[in-house]
Each structure stands twice: as C-alpha cells, then as structure tokens.
C-alpha cells in the first residue's frame, strides 16, 4: 500500500463511522426523544390550564375569555391524541413508561374535550379532577384556603406566617407560589 493511499484509507475510516454516529444520534433525536419530549410538554400545558382555567364560570366572565379557554382545551386533546401517532414504537415506550399509556391518553384526550363543553355550563370540576388524576397533576384541591380572620396578604409565599397545615405532597399552585420573589409578592 503506498502512503496515498493508507491516507485515504484512514481518513475514510475515521470519517465515515463518525458521519454514522451522528446522523443515527439524529435519527433519534428528531424521530423519538423530541416528540416523547413534545408529550411530556403537552402535559405541562394541561396542568397550566388546570390551574389558569379553574375559575372559569359562564356567570362570572364573558363569552369570549370562554371560548379561549375552550379553544385552548380542545387544542390540547388534539396535541395530546396526535402525540401517539408521532411517537414510533409507541406501545414499546409505553411499557418502559417513557411516555402516557393508551388507555390515559384517550381518556385524558376526553377528559379535556368534555371540560371544553362544560366551560359554557359551568359544571367543569369533575372533568377538571378526573384529568388531574389521570395525568398525576397535583389539584387545586391541595392548596390550603387562607384563613379568614388573617390580615395577611394573599400573595407572600411564607407558608409558615399564615400557621396552615399544608400536604407533604405539593401541588402546583404551592410550588408556583414558592417561586415567585418576595419582591413581586408584597
């Protein structure tokens, strides 16, 4: 073999397995982890609205604050139902419990187009705790109630000033009450 040669013949084999690597590594990234990742952020949606639209009632806001909500809900069940036809070996990362199995993304996807028909009636709630069971979405339920007598403000995140027993599991609203500065708070 001359030196011309060998050169390529290194070059090539060091160029090629390289090239392989990363178009399989992009393979995966595009064709399984983004849209499990896409999934996993649809359900981060879903607990937004759980907590955004919890206090939607036809009596109390306009019909078009309403319509958003149910606009936005029912673009959640599609993403959420879609999520299982771009997702390849879906019954596979299932099992491996990477992503949401069948039976909780359909019931889920209904759990939130029947919340969007009952944003006009005003009887939301059990699809709201249904959904929230479902897709392991901590409720409003756990967040304690103020008391009434205090005269502290509604918005510090010092649970301890307002002596109230909270669940050693947090929910969400607690935990996006803890993030919030002190600054912003008072």
Not at 24 to 50: H, K, M, N, S, Y
Not at 58 to 70: F, I, N, Q, V
Not at 96 to 106: C, D, E, H, K
């Amino acid at each position: 073999m001359t030196g011309v040669v060998q050169t390529v013949f290194t070059t090539l084999s060091t160029i090629v397995p390289a090239t392989l690597i990363y178009v399989i590594g992009q393979i995966l990234t595009r064709f399984i982890l983004e849209p499990i990742q896409d999934q996993a952020r649809t359900v981060g949606r879903i607990a937004f609205c759980l907590l955004a639209y919890a206090d939607l009632h036809p009596d109390m806001h306009k019909t078009d604050r309403l319509e958003e909500a149910s606009r936005a809900l029912r673009e959640l069940a599609a993403q959420l139902r879609a999520s299982r036809r771009v997702i390849p070996a879906y019954p596979f990362f299932s099992l491996l419990r990477f992503v949401i199995s069948r039976r909780v993304l359909l019931e889920s996807s209904a759990a939130l187009i029947h919340w969007s028909n009952a944003v006009f009636h005003g009887d939301s709630q059990p699809h709201r705790d249904r959904l929230a069971k479902l897709l392991n979405i901590p409720g409003l339920d756990l967040v304690a109630p103020p008391h009434p007598n205090s005269d502290i403000d509604d918005l510090t995140d010092d649970d301890r000033s307002l002596n109230l027993t909270l669940p050693t599991d947090r929910s969400i609203c607690s935990l996006l009450a803890s993030d919030t500065p002190k600054s912003l708070a008072a």
